[in-house]
Each structure stands twice: as structure tokens, then as C-alpha cells.
């Protein structure tokens, strides 16, 4: 037994069942000993090893399991770096196993060294070793996958191409010597009772409470329910959260954030008491103001608690365990009037994404092609969005009910993930839909080689729909809107213009399916023809670029600056010009524009 043989029956005795990688000569060893173990574990070819490193991130995502993805040396390991910061900033765990020049050529300038330790110093900060000697398995990487869970994070195992095709001999019995055994047992820490019964003082006082919920709570959904209905609160949700709890809940106000939904921000304007679970919100301003709100978080990490705000009790645990044991000491609140205001505030919301979604554009406004999809998804969809404005739109239009999954790159907010997270997906869940939302910057960036992996794989998947929705608007368009909204900049088309390429057709010419919308009479159809496919299937959108992906706490200076850029140069005639400003905001404001005192009202 070869070492690179080793590895494959150690990954495969932690129950690993997919690498995602791209082949390369510093990796040599390990690929002849998939050939010899007859591909298990299943040796999934990206087109990028970008690409392979996004997949194992989604893969890990959807299904809760160790993501590993693989590389040659230099080059190679280089590409993955994207994805694995990726999984690092949104607390996936991802292993890396990555080659190295052999180790007589380390240190001589050779051909693709690199010092991988480095390199690889920061994204895998928690574990990054280099094996040398075949004896330092298997505690290498039994350690790099047991940190990957606990930390819920990157590690690397970096293992020269030498040091590969090297006989395996296990550690002995003997002084330094490593040995190591398999698994790790479950736990679910929870917080002294002390601390518990000063959070409960805290959220039993309060009147008006608001709930933040992050990924960290999603195995808590029946507990969140259950403190909801004590405590009268709403509840919002970050959007790695998004899936936590259903949307179908007349309290659940929706994403926050730069992408949010107005209700969130109302829910944090007016409560006087916050508890965070399992959220790590970078955005402080969309909390409520330090000296307005009581406040509580829930978090299973010690290393993440007590950030983002001035929080009065910290509670380190995981949040399941931590509410079963919260939730006794709460009282029921008898006054509901707090609830019924969150609850008027998300019903107007969607009465207003349904009047946003409504407007006319040229040809398609990209909120009717999102919305349109939201009474169609299946009960177990898998649903994705790509970096960038149609981000957006998934975070104010799709709904989560359910067993619905849905993820994006949350702290990163890279793009390119879209369609690799999707494609990981489906080999977590072959079984079940898969939906990504993608802009045509990330479809060029990246996307459309990656339907080629598709095209490969989708006949092992049960279920074999995979849909990739492109809105094509031929600019890269949130940072064009937030060039408009920030500085009131016209667009910069030697930046931001894309050209047109026929995404449906590209699917078609490989063998998937697809179709072009240029109407919003098609949309409808169009989701349906997708949803109905037997195999893969592209949905290309043509939209309209001039429709805002407005925040809800935007300024009407910032809103009349954003409509004057794009009538700028409209008339030289200072009053046409302002005319044209007027105009421009009642269409991107259906129903009016906002009050100077409530800056992003919509309705």
C-alpha cells in the first residue's frame, strides 16, 4: 500500500464519498490510487479547480457533511484559494488536500513551488500541515477533518508528489510517534444556568422583542417557533439564515441587510429588546442603536460571541440545547400589539414585492422573473444565488418553506459560486431540485464552463433537474446602482457593460436544455418548462438593468441621486432634467416616492 492508497482508505473510512479536484502532475500519486481503489471516493471533475473548491463548499452547505476538494501543486493549489476563503468566512468545513514538489527539489526554485505553507498560512489558519514521512499518517489527516468540523472551517494537508508513491508504514509503538484514531463524537455544549436565567431576565422584561437568526440556528427551528409565540417577537433573519425558518410565518420579517426586506429594519427600529442566534451580522447598522435595545446572543462559538453589538448576556452553546433550556424560564407575553405591528409590517412587504415585481421594464424587470418562480418551487428545493443583484432579488422574492434549503456566499460575497455551489448540491442530494440564480458577470466569469461538469454528471442524479436562471442585462449591475446610489456616478460603460452571449443556446449546444425569454409573458412558462426538464436546463432572462435593487434604509438622497443618474444628459434644460428625476422615482418607488422623514418607504 502506497501512501497516496493510504489517504483514499482513510478518507473513505471518515465516510467521504466525493473529492472535488482537477488533475495535475504534483498530484500523480494520489490520482493512479483512485484508479487502483476504482474511484471510491468518487473523484468529481470541475473545470477550474476554482470551481472544485466552490463545489466542495456547497456540498458541505447542503449537506452538513466535510467538503474536500483537491489540487496539483502551485498553480493548482493557488486556484483553490477563492473557494476555500469562501468556506472559511462563511464557517464551512472544507479539507484541502493539495501536491508539493518532491522533496529533494524544495528550496531549489523548481518548476510550480511554492511555499504552499504560506500560502495557505491565513485560509487554513486553524490546520495546515505538511506530511514528509509516511508515519505521520493517519494523524495528519485525521486532525486536518476532526479541526474542519470543530471549527467549522478550512484545514489543508499538503503531501508531496515523493512522498505519495512512498509505501505506507503506519506509526509505531514508539518515542515520537504520532498515533490516531477515527471519528468524533457528538456534542452540543450548552451555557452555565446563571447566565441562562439573566438572559431570560432580560427577554422576560422587554416589550417589543426582535429575534436575528443566522445559519447557527438552523437546527433549532421547533425551539425558535416556540420562543416566537412567548415572546411576541419578530423575527429576521441574516441571509446565510435564510432557510432557518419558513417565510410562511405571518412574523418572520425576512432577510436584513444591505439585501433585507423593509419589515427587518422596521423590526430593529422600534423593538427595546434583541436576541441574536447564531448570527454574526457584520452590518451593525441595521441593529438597533446601542443605547435602544436590552440584548442577548446565543452562539456556539466563544471566539465569534459578544461581537457586532453591546450584548448584556453572552450565551456560549449550541442553540438548540441553549433554547431547550431558555425556554421554560420565559414567560408568555399577553400583550400582542407588538406582534401584530411586525405582522401588518410583512404583509404590506409582500403586497409591495408583488407591485415592484408588477412594473413594467424593457423587456423584463428582473423582480417579475424572481417572483414569478416563488409559487413554483417545490417543498424540497435547493436554491442558490451568485454574487451580485440577483442576489437581491432572491433575498426578497423566494420565500423558504418547507424543506427548502438556500445558501450564497454570505461574508465573502464572491462571485462565481452559483453554479458550483448548485452542482455540489446535487451530489449531496440527487434527489431533490437544485435552482440557482446567476447574473450574466458571474455566467461569463465562470458559469457556463461549469455547465460542462453538469453535462458530465447529471445522468448519475435521481432527480436530474438542475436549473440555472441568467439575468441577462448586459451590465454588471449592483455595482452599477451602487456607483448611482453612492456618488449619483452615471454608469462607466468601459467598466460595467457585458457583451451579449446566447447563455440557453450555449446549454443546448452541450446537450442540456434551455430556452431565451425576451417577454414577461413568458416567464411563467418558462420556469415550468425548466422545472418539468430531463436533464439540466439554462433559463435566460433578458432584464432590464434601470430596475434598482434599493435598500430598505436608503436615503431619498440617495434615491433622487440614483434617478438623476440616469436621466443625466436626458436635456440640458435644468427642468426637464428634474422632470425626468420626478419620473424616474416613481418608477423605481411604485406607489410613490418616500417621505424625507422615512427614508426607503415603499408603499
Same mark, same amino acid.
Given at each position: 500500500?502506497?501512501?497516496?492508497?493510504?489517504?483514499?482508505?482513510?478518507?473513505?473510512?471518515?465516510?467521504?464519498?466525493?473529492?472535488?479536484?482537477?488533475?495535475?502532475?504534483?498530484i500523480?500519486?494520489?490520482?493512479?490510487?483512485?484508479?487502483?481503489?476504482?474511484n471510491k471516493?468518487?473523484?468529481?471533475?470541475?473545470?477550474?479547480?476554482?470551481?472544485?473548491?466552490?463545489?466542495?463548499?456547497?456540498?458541505?452547505?447542503?449537506?452538513?457533511?466535510?467538503?474536500?476538494?483537491?489540487?496539483?501543486s502551485g498553480?493548482?493549489?493557488?486556484?483553490?484559494?477563492?473557494?476555500?476563503?469562501?468556506?472559511?468566512?462563511?464557517?464551512?468545513?472544507?479539507?484541502?488536500?493539495?501536491?508539493?514538489t518532491?522533496?529533494?527539489?524544495?528550496?531549489?526554485?523548481?518548476?510550480?513551488?511554492?511555499?504552499?505553507?504560506?500560502?495557505?498560512?491565513?485560509?487554513?489558519?486553524?490546520?495546515?500541515?505538511?506530511?514528509?514521512?509516511p508515519?505521520q499518517?493517519?494523524?495528519?489527516l485525521?486532525?486536518?477533518?476532526r479541526?474542519a468540523?470543530?471549527?467549522?472551517?478550512?484545514?489543508?494537508?499538503?503531501?508531496?508528489?515523493?512522498?505519495?508513491?512512498?509505501?505506507?508504514?503506519?506509526?509505531?509503538?514508539?518515542?515520537?510517534?504520532?498515533?490516531?484514531?477515527?471519528?468524533?463524537?457528538?456534542?452540543?455544549?450548552?451555557?452555565?444556568?446563571?447566565?441562562?436565567t439573566?438572559?431570560a431576565?432580560?427577554?422576560?422584561?422587554?416589550?417589543?422583542?426582535?429575534?436575528?437568526?443566522?445559519?447557527?440556528a438552523?437546527?433549532?427551528r421547533?425551539?425558535?417557533?416556540?420562543l416566537?409565540?412567548?415572546?411576541?417577537?419578530g423575527?429576521?433573519?441574516?441571509?446565510?439564515?435564510?432557510?432557518?425558518?419558513?417565510?410562511?410565518?405571518?412574523?418572520?420579517?425576512?432577510?436584513?441587510?444591505?439585501?433585507?426586506?423593509?419589515?427587518?429594519?422596521?423590526?430593529?427600529?422600534?423593538?427595546?429588546?434583541?436576541?441574536?442566534?447564531?448570527?454574526?451580522?457584520?452590518?451593525?447598522? $441595521?441593529?438597533?442603536?446601542?443605547?435602544? @435595545?436590552? &440584548?442577548?446572543?446565543? +452562539?456556539?462559538?466563544?471566539h *465569534?460571541? !459578544? #461581537?457586532?453589538y453591546?450584548?448584556?448576556?453572552?450565551?456560549?452553546?449550541?442553540?438548540?440545547?441553549?433554547?431547550?433550556?431558555?425556554?421554560?424560564?420565559?414567560?408568555?407575553?399577553?400583550?400582542?400589539?407588538?406582534?401584530?405591528?411586525?405582522?401588518?409590517?410583512?404583509?404590506?412587504?409582500?403586497e409591495?414585492?408583488?407591485?415592484?415585481?408588477d412594473?413594467?421594464?424593457?423587456p423584463?424587470?428582473?423582480?417579475?422573473?424572481?417572483?414569478a418562480?416563488?409559487?413554483?418551487?417545490p417543498?424540497?428545493?435547493?436554491?442558490?444565488?451568485?454574487?451580485?443583484?440577483?442576489?437581491?432579488?432572491?433575498?426578497?422574492?423566494?420565500?423558504?418553506?418547507?424543506?427548502?434549503?438556500g445558501?450564497?456566499?454570505?461574508?465573502?460575497?464572491?462571485?462565481?459560486?452559483?453554479?458550483?455551489?448548485?452542482?455540489?448540491?446535487? $451530489?449531496?442530494?440527487p434527489d431533490?431540485? @437544485?435552482? &440557482?440564480?446567476?447574473? +450574466?458577470?458571474?455566467?461569463? *466569469?465562470? !458559469? #457556463?464552463?461549469?455547465?460542462?461538469?453538469?453535462?458530465?454528471?447529471?445522468?448519475e442524479?435521481?432527480?436530474?433537474?438542475?436549473?440555472?436562471?441568467?439575468?441577462?442585462?448586459?451590465?454588471?449591475?449592483?455595482?452599477?446602482?451602487?456607483?448611482?446610489?453612492?456618488?449619483?456616478?452615471?454608469?462607466?460603460?468601459?467598466?460595467?457593460?457585458?457583451?451579449?452571449?446566447?447563455?440557453?443556446?450555449?446549454?443546448?449546444?452541450?446537450?442540456?436544455?434551455?430556452v431565451?425569454?425576451?417577454?414577461?409573458?413568458?416567464?411563467?412558462?418558462?420556469?415550468?418548462?425548466?422545472?418539468?426538464?430531463?436533464?439540466?436546463?439554462?433559463?435566460?432572462?433578458?432584464?432590464?438593468?434601470?430596475?434598482?435593487?434599493?435598500?430598505?434604509?436608503?436615503?431619498l438622497?440617495?434615491?433622487?441621486?440614483?434617478?438623476?443618474?440616469?436621466?443625466?444628459g436626458?436635456?440640458?434644460?435644468?427642468?426637464?432634467?428634474?422632470?425626468?428625476?420626478?419620473?424616474?422615482?416613481?418608477?423605481?418607488?411604485?406607489?410613490?416616492?418616500?417621505?424625507?422623514?422615512?427614508?426607503?418607504?415603499?408603499?
Amino acid at each position: 500500500m502506497k501512501v497516496s492508497d493510504y489517504v483514499l482508505q482513510r478518507l473513505r473510512e471518515w465516510d467521504v464519498s466525493h473529492v472535488f479536484g482537477y488533475a495535475g502532475d504534483g498530484i500523480n500519486g494520489l490520482l493512479a490510487a483512485w484508479g487502483r481503489a476504482e474511484n471510491k471516493p468518487v473523484f468529481v471533475q470541475a473545470r477550474h479547480e476554482e470551481m472544485a473548491a466552490f463545489e466542495a463548499v456547497g456540498y458541505a452547505k447542503f449537506s452538513g457533511r466535510l467538503g474536500v476538494c483537491a489540487a496539483t501543486s502551485g498553480p493548482g493549489a493557488i486556484h483553490l484559494l477563492n473557494g476555500l476563503y469562501d468556506a472559511k468566512l462563511d464557517h464551512v468545513p472544507v479539507v484541502a488536500i493539495v501536491g508539493q514538489t518532491a522533496r529533494s527539489a524544495m528550496g531549489g526554485s523548481y518548476q510550480q513551488e511554492v511555499d504552499l505553507q504560506s500560502l495557505y498560512k491565513d485560509v487554513a489558519s486553524d490546520f495546515c500541515e505538511t506530511v514528509t514521512v509516511p508515519e505521520q499518517l493517519p494523524n495528519v489527516l485525521d486532525r486536518a477533518i476532526r479541526t474542519a468540523y470543530a471549527r467549522r472551517s478550512v484545514t489543508a494537508v499538503i503531501i508531496p508528489g515523493d512522498v505519495q508513491e512512498l509505501d505506507y508504514t503506519p506509526p509505531p509503538h514508539a518515542f515520537k510517534m504520532v498515533p490516531s484514531s477515527l471519528g468524533m463524537g457528538q456534542y452540543a455544549p450548552v451555557p452555565a444556568q446563571e447566565d441562562l436565567t439573566r438572559a431570560a431576565e432580560v427577554l422576560n422584561a422587554g416589550e417589543k422583542v426582535a429575534v436575528l437568526l443566522g445559519q447557527g440556528a438552523r437546527g433549532a427551528r421547533a425551539q425558535v417557533e416556540q420562543l416566537a409565540e412567548l415572546t411576541g417577537a419578530g423575527v429576521a433573519k441574516a441571509l446565510l439564515g435564510k432557510d432557518v425558518l419558513s417565510d410562511e410565518l405571518p412574523y418572520v420579517t425576512g432577510s436584513i441587510g444591505l439585501l433585507g426586506t423593509r419589515p427587518s429594519w422596521e423590526l430593529m427600529q422600534n423593538c427595546d429588546t434583541l436576541l441574536v442566534i447564531g448570527s454574526n451580522l457584520p452590518y451593525s447598522q $441595521f441593529l438597533p442603536e446601542y443605547d435602544q @435595545a436590552r &440584548a442577548v446572543q446565543i +452562539d456556539i462559538d466563544p471566539h *465569534m460571541i !459578544g #461581537m457586532r453589538y453591546p450584548f448584556e448576556v453572552n450565551l456560549v452553546g449550541d442553540a438548540a440545547a441553549t433554547l431547550d433550556r431558555l425556554l421554560p424560564l420565559l414567560r408568555r407575553k399577553k400583550a400582542r400589539k407588538w406582534r401584530e405591528e411586525v405582522e401588518s409590517n410583512v404583509k404590506r412587504w409582500w403586497e409591495v414585492m408583488q407591485r415592484r415585481a408588477d412594473v413594467s421594464a424593457k423587456p423584463i424587470n428582473p423582480e417579475h422573473a424572481v417572483h414569478a418562480l416563488d409559487p413554483l418551487l417545490p417543498h424540497d428545493a435547493i436554491l442558490t444565488a451568485d454574487s451580485g443583484s440577483s442576489a437581491n432579488w432572491y433575498a426578497r422574492h423566494l420565500r423558504m418553506r418547507g424543506d427548502m434549503r438556500g445558501s450564497l456566499s454570505g461574508t465573502l460575497a464572491t462571485m462565481g459560486p452559483g453554479v458550483p455551489y448548485v452542482i455540489g448540491a446535487k $451530489f449531496a442530494h440527487p434527489d431533490r431540485p @437544485a435552482i &440557482a440564480l446567476v447574473g +450574466d458577470g458571474a455566467m461569463q *466569469m465562470n !458559469g #457556463m464552463a461549469e455547465l460542462i461538469t453538469a453535462k458530465a454528471y447529471w445522468q448519475e442524479w435521481s432527480d436530474p433537474r438542475l436549473i440555472i436562471a441568467v439575468l441577462n442585462n448586459q451590465d454588471l449591475n449592483q455595482v452599477t446602482w451602487e456607483m448611482r446610489a453612492m456618488s449619483g456616478a452615471p454608469q462607466f460603460l468601459p467598466s460595467q457593460h457585458l457583451p451579449d452571449v446566447p447563455y440557453a443556446e450555449f446549454a443546448r449546444s452541450i446537450g442540456l436544455g434551455g430556452v431565451r425569454v425576451e417577454s414577461p409573458e413568458d416567464v411563467e412558462d418558462a420556469w415550468r418548462q425548466a422545472l418539468a426538464a430531463d436533464r439540466p436546463f439554462v433559463v435566460e432572462f433578458v432584464t432590464d438593468p434601470d430596475v434598482p435593487p434599493i435598500p430598505p434604509h436608503a436615503t431619498l438622497d440617495q434615491i433622487e441621486a440614483a434617478a438623476a443618474s440616469l436621466v443625466k444628459g436626458d436635456s440640458a434644460t435644468p427642468g426637464v432634467v428634474k422632470q425626468g428625476v420626478k419620473a424616474k422615482i416613481q418608477e423605481m418607488l411604485p406607489g410613490g416616492k418616500p417621505r424625507q422623514d422615512e427614508p426607503g418607504r415603499e408603499d
